[in-house]
């Protein structure tokens, strides 16, 4: 919820004479005062208000969105343990924000940079053909194409093009974060623009599973199943959230059967290839590989500056070249990580109105680089953790014995290698001494099975993916 400030100065005036920790806040702020330092006091707490206290919880009203959420993630659980040591109580702490309140006191000196990204997280959804619900922003004018994903992209394009013909299913694939969401909601906008009458859905596999459960308990499961079978595109999102589901799987093979026998489109995205999707049914592996796979691999360098030159502009947001370029190769594994970093740095930008630096943008960005730094493990360094885990030799793990001791190891080893790293199978079944990729596959699909079934298993898969972050 965002107030105006007339809401907010009306909320604080009732609470003045209602002997509530609202009544006593300047006297925290005076604390606040004390313990931070000046320009941190400045920055975050001067104008942070009480607006509202209902038992043991209290909402605070920040001047805008980025102060709330910056707060909340940095300063929440100190407010709660000063208001603690002075109350004697256990309040619970929530953020507010005025919304656009500095826009409409003078318009002409608000910064531009906030404004964009509140306009570019307002837009919801866009319906297509009253079905699809896809985000605005997701088309094709505005991916970034580099070395990782040009295939893939130029496959959606002509799917867009020419839905049910070449490419059918499409199976996009890469792990979390690079950009599969976006091409297959491309698609979507492409095709329905080109032709307005397709009746396209897109939807995830989670909401596929909740629609057909809640279908059968309301006794509706033929219209369910005409919702899905009588499209012109179907465009699944997380196929791999099928695994282990049974019933579910049987439901989507003959959906998929329809669809492709009256050669309507199916686009299907994945963290990873059908044929690794653990506890996955083999008709739907087969059916899955039928027609056009392609892989997305992290973005190089020169593309992930394009990407923050492209989103900035985007924002109207004006960054230094150094700032960019700290971004770009501190941020390599996640486009999404990297976004998220450039709109923190555009709400501070907005908030300061100025231009950062890149001391301030790495002080700033942190707790993503250090995100970013975990997700950045290498194979030998797996090894290595898992070798000294189960107390054996480096050695042992990468050659040929196959006792018990040694195999399953050298299965979480490359599981794990999977797991943490955005290594292909070929590279990984080399990394373990020349192995192929479906003995890696086959080791994958193996610790999955034992985490499953095996607590121990879980708590050692666990403990050395915990001491490699």
Same mark, same amino acid.
């Given at each position: 919820?965002?107030? =105006?400030?007339?809401?907010?100065?009306?909320?604080?005036?009732?609470?003045? @004479?209602?002997?509530?920790?609202?009544?006593?806040? &300047?006297?925290?702020?005076?604390?606040?005062?004390?313990?931070?330092?000046? &320009?941190?006091?400045?920055?975050?707490?001067?104008?942070?208000?009480?607006?509202? $206290?209902?038992?043991?919880?209290?909402?605070?009203?920040?001047?805008?969105?980025?102060?709330?959420?910056?707060?909340?993630?940095?300063?929440?659980?100190?407010?709660? !343990?000063?208001?603690?040591?002075?109350? *004697?109580?256990?309040?619970?702490?929530?953020?507010?924000?005025?919304? $656009?309140?500095?826009?409409?006191?003078?318009?002409?000196?608000?910064? #531009?940079?906030?404004?964009?990204?509140?306009?570019?997280?307002?837009?919801?959804?866009?319906?297509?053909?009253?079905?699809?619900?896809?985000? +605005?922003?997701?088309?094709?004018?505005?991916?970034?194409?580099?070395?990782?994903?040009?295939?893939?992209?130029?496959?959606?394009?002509?799917?867009?093009?020419? +839905?049910?013909?070449?490419?059918?299913?499409?199976?996009?694939?890469?792990?979390?974060?690079? %950009?599969? #969401?976006?091409?297959?909601?491309?698609?979507?906008?492409?095709?329905?623009?080109?032709?307005? !009458?397709?009746?396209?859905?897109? #939807?995830?596999?989670?909401?596929?599973?909740?629609?057909?459960?809640?279908?059968?308990?309301?006794?509706?499961?033929?219209?369910?199943?005409?919702?899905?079978?009588?499209?012109?595109?179907?465009?699944?999102?997380?196929?791999?959230?099928? #695994? %282990?589901?049974?019933?579910?799987?049987? $439901?989507?093979?003959?959906?998929?059967?329809?669809?492709?026998?009256?050669?309507?489109?199916?686009?299907?995205?994945?963290?990873?290839?059908?044929?690794?999707?653990?506890?996955?049914?083999?008709?739907?592996?087969?059916?899955?590989?039928?027609?056009?796979?392609?892989?997305?691999?992290?973005?190089?360098?020169?593309?992930?500056?394009?990407?923050?030159?492209?989103?900035?502009?985007?924002?109207?947001?004006?960054?230094?070249?150094?700032?960019? /370029?700290?971004?770009?190769? =501190?941020?390599?594994? @996640?486009?999404?990580?990297?976004?998220?970093?450039?709109?923190?740095?555009?709400?501070?930008?907005?908030?300061?109105?100025? +231009?950062?630096?890149?001391?301030?943008?790495?002080?700033?960005?942190?707790?993503?680089?250090? &995100?970013?730094?975990?997700?950045?493990?290498?194979?030998?360094?797996?090894?290595? /953790?898992?070798?000294?885990?189960?107390?054996?030799?480096?050695?042992?793990?990468?050659?040929?014995?196959? +006792?018990?001791?040694?195999?399953?190891?050298?299965?979480?080893?490359?599981?794990?290698?999977?797991?943490?790293?955005? /290594? =292909?199978?070929?590279?990984? *079944?080399?990394?373990?001494?020349?192995?192929?990729?479906?003995?890696?596959?086959?080791?994958?699909? =193996?610790? $999955?099975?034992?985490?499953?079934?095996?607590?121990?298993?879980?708590?050692?898969?666990?403990?050395?993916?915990?001491?490699?972050?």
């Amino acid at each position: 919820m965002q107030m =105006s400030g007339n809401i907010v100065d009306n909320l604080v005036d009732t609470a003045e @004479n209602s002997g509530s920790i609202m009544a006593i806040w &300047d006297s925290f702020q005076e604390d606040f005062r004390q313990l931070f330092p000046e &320009d941190i006091y400045h920055t975050w707490f001067e104008n942070l208000k009480p607006i509202r $206290e209902l038992g043991d919880s209290l909402t605070l009203m920040a001047p805008n969105e980025f102060a709330a959420i910056w707060i909340r993630d940095n300063y929440k659980s100190t407010i709660e !343990r000063r208001i603690a040591s002075r109350t *004697g109580r256990i309040i619970s702490i929530a953020f507010d924000f005025i919304c $656009e309140a500095k826009e409409r006191e003078n318009p002409s000196s608000a910064p #531009t940079a906030m404004p964009a990204l509140r306009k570019q997280r307002a837009k919801a959804v866009q319906k297509c053909d009253g079905n699809a619900l896809i985000n +605005p922003a997701y088309t094709f004018d505005n991916f970034v194409i580099g070395s990782g994903n040009q295939l893939a992209q130029a496959t959606c394009v002509a799917v867009a093009n020419n +839905p049910g013909q070449s490419y059918n299913p499409l199976f996009l694939y890469g792990a979390t974060g690079l %950009g599969k #969401t976006h091409l297959l909601q491309a698609v979507a906008h492409e095709a329905w623009k080109k032709r307005s !009458r397709l009746k396209i859905v897109y #939807t995830s596999t989670e909401k596929f599973t909740n629609e057909f459960i809640k279908s059968v308990q309301e006794n509706r499961v033929a219209k369910f199943r005409e919702s899905y079978r009588k499209v012109d595109m179907l465009l699944i999102d997380d196929v791999h959230f099928l #695994t %282990g589901k049974e019933r579910i799987q049987e $439901e989507f093979f003959y959906t998929f059967n329809e669809l492709f026998e009256s050669q309507r489109q199916i686009c299907l995205c994945s963290d990873r290839p059908a044929s690794e999707i653990a506890r996955l049914e083999s008709r739907l592996v087969s059916r899955f590989q039928w027609g056009f796979i392609a892989d997305i691999q992290a973005p190089d360098l020169e593309t992930r500056i394009a990407i923050l030159q492209q989103k900035a502009s985007a924002m109207h947001l004006e960054l230094p070249e150094e700032v960019i /370029h700290l971004l770009a190769k =501190s941020v390599s594994t @996640n486009i999404r990580r990297l976004e998220g970093a450039l709109n923190r740095i555009a709400g501070y930008t907005a908030l300061k109105n100025r +231009p950062i630096g890149s001391g301030e943008a790495r002080e700033l960005l942190q707790d993503i680089f250090m &995100d970013e730094t975990r997700c950045t493990i290498r194979i030998d360094q797996i090894q290595r /953790h898992v070798a000294e885990y189960y107390h054996i030799t480096l050695a042992d793990l990468l050659g040929k014995k196959r +006792p018990a001791n040694i195999v399953f190891p050298r299965q979480v080893a490359m599981y794990l290698s999977r797991l943490l790293t955005a /290594h =292909s199978l070929q590279r990984i *079944g080399s990394e373990f001494g020349g192995r192929d990729h479906a003995t890696v596959i086959h080791a994958c699909k =193996s610790v $999955e099975c034992a985490i499953e079934q095996d607590p121990e298993a879980k708590r050692a898969v666990e403990a050395i993916q915990e001491s490699l972050k």
